[in-house]
Each structure stands twice: as structure tokens, then as C-alpha cells.
């Protein structure tokens, strides 16, 4: 198969501090992986593409000194969400593509519920 | 970019029945999956399709690549089936998927 995880399932913090979230791709490598973002009763939306050993390509909008991604090794990419506030309160997604399995089919984390009070 | 749309946005239906949800993309695509959602934020996987047609158990799912629409059958809807199925579609696989909006779909008893 192709897992992919995230940790935490749930965060909850001050105004103020920063949070890292892990996608990790389980049973397989990914070179590349892509973060999502999800308000309440909306789509998914994409973040940022994170590609290992080189800079994220992040979508206008989003504020890359803010959202900091790595992507250190290819089973492991980090969201750190800096200075957070209210506003970045959201459900993260990430997910992975898992080349050696010939189709072009994308795997999802479970997500990760970020409240910021 | 690719587009995605998604009809109806919500539907509300009785256990036992059936339904057809859709989906429309502007471009070629590689990469065509549908998802469920459920309750708790996790996108479960239901099928990979860029093209053709599926079945797995109560669903199937077939895309006509030429008319760029995938449709997502339910038959014999149950109460768990409840949830939002999104279509996403991408040029390929290490290409960002683009989600519709969604459909919310509601089965009662």
C-alpha cells in the first residue's frame, strides 16, 4: 500500500506561537508532496508544493515566512505554521505522490486540526 | 489552470436509494480521484480514475476523458455513506490535485 501519516491529529495553542506539523510517506518515497488547507464547509486548497532537497513552491496568497516547509528526506516533509493567530485556525492536509507505483494517483495524511486561541 | 466542478452541491436522500454525483474539468488530465470525507476530516480514497470505469462493492465511478466528466455512482445508499465526496483532478501525479467544491451528501433512514 502507500500510508501516509501526520502528527499531530490535533493542536492547540496561544496566539502567538509557532506549531510544526510532520507528513511522513510510510512504505514508500516521495520526492514530492503537497500541503493543503480546509476551513470549515469549504474545498481544499492547496498551499504549497514541497519538493525534497530544494525550496517549496507555495500559491499566491500564501505567505511563505508564515508557513515554512521542509522537506529534509523523501519520507519526510514539516509544515511550521510561525507566530500563529486565530486566523490560521484550519484543518492541514498533506499528501504524497508515490511514483514507483506506475499510476499518477496521490496519497492523503489524515490531517491535522490546528485551534489557535 | 484546471478547473473543477461538482453537481449537485448537496443532496439529501433515502437509505436504500440510489445516486449519480458529478464531475466536470476543463483540461486533460493524468490524474483523476474521488474521495469521501468523513466526519472527522479524513479523506478516504475511493477511486483513481482518469479514465474508463470502476466498481468497488456499492460504488463505481467512470470518467470519459474526451467529454472531461467523471460520474460517481452510490447504489443502495446507507446512513454511513453520509458525508462530502470531492472530485480532484491534476495534470499528473506530482502536479497539485485542484478540488471541487464538493458534494454534500446526506442518506437517512
Known amino acids: 500500500g502507500a500510508v501516509v501519516s501526520q502528527h499531530p491529529s490535533w493542536v492547540i495553542c496561544k496566539s502567538g506561537t509557532s506549531v510544526k506539523i510532520e507528513c511522513r510517506s510510510l512504505?514508500?518515497?516521495?520526492?514530492?508532496m503537497f500541503w493543503y488547507r480546509q476551513f470549515p464547509k469549504q474545498s481544499l486548497m492547496l498551499m504549497a508544493t514541497s519538493n525534497e532537497g530544494s525550496k517549496a513552491t507555495y500559491e499566491q496568497g500564501v505567505e511563505k515566512d508564515k508557513f515554512l516547509i521542509n522537506h529534509a528526506s523523501l519520507t519526510l516533509s514539516t509544515l511550521t505554521v510561525t507566530s500563529a493567530h486565530p486566523e490560521d485556525s484550519s484543518f492541514y492536509i498533506c499528501?504524497?505522490?508515490?511514483?514507483?507505483?506506475?499510476?499518477?494517483?496521490?496519497?492523503f495524511g489524515p490531517g491535522t486540526r490546528l485551534l489557535v486561541l | 489552470g484546471i478547473q473543477v466542478e461538482q453537481s449537485p452541491p448537496d443532496l439529501i436522500l433515502q437509505e436504500g436509494a440510489n445516486s449519480t454525483l458529478r464531475c466536470n474539468f476543463s483540461?486533460?488530465?493524468?490524474?483523476l480521484q474521488w474521495f469521501h470525507q468523513n466526519p472527522w476530516g479524513q479523506l478516504i480514497n475511493l477511486f483513481y480514475?482518469?479514465?474508463g470505469t470502476k466498481q468497488n462493492g456499492r460504488l463505481s465511478a467512470t470518467t470519459v476523458a474526451t467529454e472531461r466528466y467523471s460520474l460517481l455512482y452510490i447504489s443502495s445508499s446507507q446512513t454511513t455513506d453520509s458525508g462530502v465526496y470531492f472530485c480532484a483532478a491534476s495534470l499528473s501525479g506530482n502536479t497539485p490535485l485542484v478540488f471541487g467544491k464538493g458534494t454534500r451528501l446526506s442518506v437517512i433512514a
Open positions: 480514475i482518469p479514465s
Open positions: 499528501s504524497a505522490f508515490n511514483p514507483g507505483q506506475g499510476v499518477e494517483t496521490q496519497y
Open positions: 483540461d486533460s488530465v493524468n490524474n
Open positions: 512504505d514508500f518515497q516521495a520526492t514530492t
